[in-house]
């Protein structure tokens, strides 16, 4: 098993319908003490679209959920087929750490709300969509 985020092991999300991946980071390590973000990506196609979780050195943690109108799946890096649906809510979000080796569900209702405003400036990517 791998660890997220090493060796290319990014977060990849497969959804169905237009919709948005709201995507919170926040933990910053001790070299930099910067307060959490939180932002969205979103999609309007009608069919799949592929994004891509990216991290940041600055941060250790990594919750997201989808908002839209079909499913969400996810997978880390280069497995063929994602493997756990996407959490719905802050409340049920699913999270990808820094060096976890499996995703998990977490309540980051909290963290989600005193964090920072940043919509279209995460780092969740449209990768594909058709």
Known sequence: MSVFYLYGQGVTVTTEGP???????????????????????????????????????????????????????????????PVQPVGTSWAQATSADWSAYAFATTDVTSEATSAIDMANKITCFITASA
């Open 19 to 81: 919709g948005s991946i709201h995507l919170l980071t926040y933990a910053s390590n001790a070299s930099h003490a910067l307060p959490a973000v939180v932002g969205t990506t979103t999609t309007t196609s009608p069919g799949t679209t592929r994004f891509i979780i990216s991290h940041s050195y600055t941060f250790e943690k990594f919750a997201f959920y989808w908002d839209g109108a079909g499913t969400a799946v996810c997978g880390k890096g280069w497995e063929d087929v």
